[in-house]
């Protein structure tokens, strides 16, 4: 089972701390690669050891990924863009009725 909104992530933006994720899934949404974070292939072993090598290896990664995590949605506004999205479905679901 996939987390639909992940409070882990969320705290690691508040903290402006890079992310490492799977490809598949919520933190995907909000993950850019080599942006604010690292994304690896979903299911591979391999390639999250290889994601968590490169900041071993490269440990100024972390500061010039974290330069770029923005601060975390507001739960309300995150909550307000998803009513909005299901009375738009709502709206275009009664017109093709």
């Known amino acids: 089972m996939r987390e639909t909104r992940g409070l882990v992530g969320l705290e690691a933006q508040a903290a402006r701390l890079p992310i490492i994720a799977s490809d598949g899934g919520a933190l995907s ?3 850019q690669h080599e942006v ?5 292939s979903s299911g591979s072993a391999a390639a999250l050891r290889a994601a968590l090598l490169r900041i071993v290896e490269e440990p100024a990664m972390i500061s010039r990924l974290s330069s770029h995590v923005p601060p ?3 739960m ?4 307000g863009r998803i009513v909005c999205a299901y ?4 709206r275009l679901s009664a017109r093709s009725a």
């Open 29 to 31: 949404e909000y993950v």
């Open 36 to 40: 604010n974070g690292l994304l690896f």
């Open 72 to 74: 975390p949605e507001r």
């Open 76 to 79: 309300a506004d995150h909550a």
């Open 87 to 90: 009375g738009e479905a709502k």
